[in-house]
């Protein structure tokens, strides 16, 4: 662990390659919660990053559920089955339902979570979110798209009543108009694109793009080291973010870089107690 950081590091050689992390910040307990999984003979990664919420542990809660139905899934083998956003699709709407059944045992408490999810499969990345943690596309180092939170900040983006800029330090910015654990079905937005050279990816949570613009994230994904991409974004972080800061978590990944050593899947440790072009 370096600088509170949680580090890891996977991946398959000659194909892609990828680093996730994730902060506390200076939160009491850890509420983003992230997973990396792989078939190495079929060449296909899924990750998927969740940022919990809810209230008296119902936000841990909550990210974990996320994560526990991404492994049951991709242990099932419903990715090799399904056309990449039909999978994504299952992925978003079995973790509402996991989520809503966790929550019937809780009182005074209701776990909800935003999700962003990537699948890269064959030759193509196919990806899907819910809430406010995002994806960002980059091709040789030049952002190509973001997803657009679901968020009541991003509405009155859209509206021309806030600038894109302001919306990481805007007070209402974490009112979410979406999200998977709710009395209602969640809508997940989807989108899809040939995996190229030099393409990367960066899924993270509100916690590591409020504090970080999507060139600063695109410089950490054209690192000649990704982990230690991850590490400095995640210690910037922190940095800017104060002791107040919110929980973070970072996943970059991309097609076409030399691999360190990797593990099947890996999940994140558990620890107590602008302007942009839409995807």
Not at 3 to 12: E, K, S, Y
Request: charged share 25%; with cysteine; proline share 5%.
């Amino acid at each position: 662990m370096e600088q509170g950081i949680d580090m890891m590091q996977a991946g398959a050689p000659g194909r892609a390659w990828l680093a996730a992390g994730r902060a506390l910040g200076g939160r009491p307990s850890q509420q983003d919660d992230l997973v990396c999984l792989a078939d190495e003979a079929q060449r296909a990664h899924l990750l998927v990053l969740a940022d919990g919420m809810g209230g008296e542990g119902a936000g841990e809660l909550a990210s974990a559920g996320v994560v526990a139905v991404a492994q049951r899934l991709w242990r099932e083998g419903r990715w090799r089955d399904l056309p990449g956003a039909l999978f994504l699709e299952q992925l978003c709407q079995d973790a509402h339902l996991e989520l809503r059944r966790r929550g019937e045992a809780l009182v005074d408490a209701a776990p909800h979570a935003t999700i962003v999810a990537l699948l890269l499969k064959g030759r193509m990345a196919y990806w899907a979110h819910v809430g406010d943690s995002r994806l960002y596309r980059f091709g040789r180092g030049r952002l190509l798209g973001c997803t657009e939170d679901h968020s009541v900040v991003q509405e009155r983006v859209r509206r021309g009543e806030l600038h894109a800029d302001q919306a990481g330090a805007a007070v209402d910015q974490h009112q979410l108009l979406r999200g998977l654990g709710g009395p209602m079905q969640p809508r997940v937005d989807h989108g899809c694109a040939p995996l190229r050279r030099g393409q990367a990816f960066a899924l993270c949570s509100d916690g590591v793009w409020e504090h970080l613009s999507a060139q600063e994230l695109a410089a950490f994904a054209t690192h000649r080291d990704p982990r230690a991409a991850v590490s400095e974004a995640l210690a910037l972080v922190l940095g800017r973010a104060g002791a107040e800061g919110d929980n973070a978590a970072l996943i970059l990944a991309g097609a076409a870089r030399p691999w360190q050593p990797w593990a099947h899947w890996w999940t994140a440790p558990r620890r107590p107690g602008r302007h942009r072009p839409s995807v």
